[in-house]
């Protein structure tokens, strides 16, 4: 028989999930985050213009001499999170809202947007 954690026997005829054997993994290619999948279908929807963050941040580190690490404190992010908004990696609302503000209050205008493709 099988054992559970509790270590409450279990018939043999029911497949836990525990059981190797029942388990199927995708190959690691074929695996998406959740973050991935959200991502990729804003990227190749054509919905309304969206904020720009790339642009955005340009438009502090040249215009303004803001550093990486100056917009990762107005964030609250770690410096890295700034490098893969610059890729094209989309904020968590709240930081995409403290970035919007930080834009905002320096140059007393909207951020730059994205038209749709």
């Avoid at 029942?22 to 213009?49: G, Y």
């Amino acid at each position: 028989m099988n054992k559970t954690r509790s270590n409450e026997p279990v018939p043999v005829d029911v497949e836990t999930s525990k059981d190797k054997a029942t388990r199927k993994r995708r190959p690691k290619q074929e695996r998406l985050s959740s973050l991935d999948v959200v991502e990729r279908h804003i990227r190749e929807s054509n919905h309304a213009p969206g904020f720009d963050y790339p642009n955005a941040i340009l438009n502090l580190r040249n215009r303004e001499g803001y550093a990486d690490e100056d917009i990762a404190a107005a964030c609250e992010v770690a410096k890295s999170a700034v490098g893969h908004w610059l890729r094209g990696r989309i904020p968590r609302h709240d930081h995409g809202e403290r970035l919007f503000i930080l834009y905002f209050e320096t140059f007393k205008e909207r951020p730059p947007t994205k038209m749709p493709k």
